[in-house]
């Protein structure tokens, strides 16, 4: 090979790594805009799973109440009607 040759390989190659270390640093950028999205929306979702628990938990002491007052309107019904008929 000739000396412009080798220049002109040399050139290219370096020009290579160049392009290479270039498109990781963008891709590098872009990689760690995504993951600090995905980790925004990952804490968005925790709190929002939060919220979703304490309101299921709220619900469930209201059935819960509600099923007492079903129960008992019944019982309380029946306890009447019995001390009515043993007057």
Request: overall charge positive; hydrophobic content about 45%.
């Amino acid at each position: 090979m000739e000396v412009s040759q080798v220049a002109v390989k040399k050139t290219t190659e370096i020009q290579e790594v160049v392009t290479t270390t270039e498109d990781w640093n963008s891709w590098s950028k872009h990689i760690l805009t995504e993951l600090n999205r995905l980790n925004v929306s990952i804490e968005n979702l925790s709190k929002q799973s939060t919220k979703l628990q304490v309101e299921i938990a709220r619900l469930k002491v209201q059935a819960g109440v509600w099923g007492l007052a079903g129960g008992a309107i019944p019982v309380a019904i029946a306890i009447v009607v019995v001390l009515l008929r043993s007057m």
